[in-house]
């Protein structure tokens, strides 16, 4: 098969395409034809040398759809040509965390792209469970856009952060791919949405999907916006996945009690905290990775009945991942970006 893959950490430069070889499904595997796979930021830190153990070479993406090619002799669930998607984050059945649906608290939580070799590739082999059957609603494009940043975003604000109608809720780059939908999610449990955005073309598309007020930080010290917006009160939730250079405005804007949701370091992986603020307004910093099985089953089920949607910003062909991840890197996307295989 064709694949694009890296042999060493580095740019975008280090990403090649061409051959690779075949996944062997395992009894209890399917074998899935690539149709599409959607970039995260995930892509950028593991090519870039992120502190987990890949193989390598390497193949990054943890968003596909595709159909089932070949069905293992042990599978039971799904036949050939059926149209799925794949769960990104990945737990046997057997150990305790799935049964309790807290896949991502187990040492042996794997995800697509990341320990395992991932779907920048024409074909891919997972066990039967993790491979989900979609519907025609949707385009490949569309479903890739979903399992990771949909899942990641309910884990934030509902398994985490547990926001409820009524609430406020400051969701930093809303024209991200996980900004996106968690403008879409907030704004389905009856929270109020205030959102951060880097460009002013993506004001207007962030109110769309729901954003209250968008604030533009590149021209306006967002906290100081948000507390002007609530009228000095600040906001009960704050979605961050940016790093240092938004955590110390969270700090200023949260409510006293306020909780915030963290799944990433886009700006880069260490702060500094004011303890005395942390413990005198009692806040919460509430870690988030991914989510289990069932909640993607759950963030599914929105998908279907058309609560949320994904927002696809580009599409490259396979073979121009480099220039896909120079896009992401940029912060110029609304919405995810996506290979089409």
Same mark, same amino acid.
């Given at each position: ?5 890296? #042999? !060493? @950490?580095?740019?975008?430069? *280090?990403? =090649?395409?061409?051959?690779? !070889? ?20 995930? +892509?950028?830190?593991?090519? =870039? ?20 090619? /070949? ?22 059945? @057997? ?19 990341? =320990? ?5 590739? #024409?074909?891919?082999?997972?066990? %039967? ?7 025609? !609603?949707?385009? +490949? %494009? ?30 930093? $780059? ?27 073309? &993506?004001?207007?598309? $962030?109110? !769309?999907?729901?954003?209250? %007020? ?6 306006? +010290?967002?906290?100081? /916006? ?13 979605? /961050? ?30 702060? /500094? ?20 099985? $069932?909640?993607?089953?759950? *963030?599914? #089920?929105?998908? #279907? ?15 121009? $991942?480099? +220039? ?11 919405? &995810? ?5």
């Amino acid at each position: 098969m064709n694949a694009v893959f890296f #042999e !060493k @950490h580095g740019g975008p430069e *280090v990403l =090649q395409y061409g051959p690779f !070889k075949d996944p062997i499904p395992a009894p209890d595997e399917v074998l899935i034809g690539v149709k599409a796979c959607a970039l995260n930021h995930l +892509d950028i830190w593991v090519r =870039q040398g992120l502190p987990v153990v890949a193989p390598m070479p390497h193949i990054p993406g943890s968003d596909v759809c595709g159909v089932v090619l /070949e069905c293992g002799k042990g599978v039971r669930h799904l036949q050939a040509g059926q149209r799925v998607i794949v769960a990104p984050g990945q737990l046997p059945v @057997h150990l305790a965390e799935a049964f309790a649906a807290r896949d991502s608290y187990c040492p042996e939580f794997r995800i697509l792209g990341l =320990q395992v070799q991932g779907g920048y590739a #024409e074909k891919v082999a997972v066990h %039967e469970r993790f491979a989900v059957p979609v519907s025609d !609603k949707l385009t +490949d %494009e569309q479903w890739a856009s979903v399992p990771l940043a949909a899942l990641t975003a309910w884990h934030m604000l509902v398994t985490r952060a547990s926001l409820k109608a009524g609430e406020t809720v400051l969701v930093h $780059a809303a024209g991200s791919g996980i900004g996106s939908f968690a403008v879409q999610i907030a704004r389905s449990l009856g929270a109020t949405v205030y959102a951060t955005a880097g460009d002013p073309g &993506k004001v207007e598309r $962030a109110k !769309k999907l729901g954003a209250a %007020e968008v604030i533009l930080y590149k021209t306006r +010290d967002f906290a100081e /916006e948000v507390l002007r917006l609530t009228g000095g009160r600040g906001v009960d939730v704050v979605f /961050e996945h940016i790093g240092p250079e938004t955590w110390p405005g969270n700090f200023k804007c949260m409510v006293r009690g306020g909780r915030m949701a963290v799944c990433g370091v886009t700006s880069g992986p260490k702060v /500094e905290v004011d303890l005395r603020t942390l413990y005198s307004k009692q806040f919460s910093i509430l870690g988030a990775f991914m989510g289990s099985l $069932a909640e993607l089953h759950q *963030v599914l #089920e929105l998908v #279907e009945r058309g609560v949320i949607a994904p927002v696809v910003d580009q599409v490259f062909p396979l073979k121009e $991942a480099a +220039d896909s991840h120079r896009r992401m890197e940029s912060r110029r996307n609304f919405g &995810k970006i996506v290979l089409k295989i």
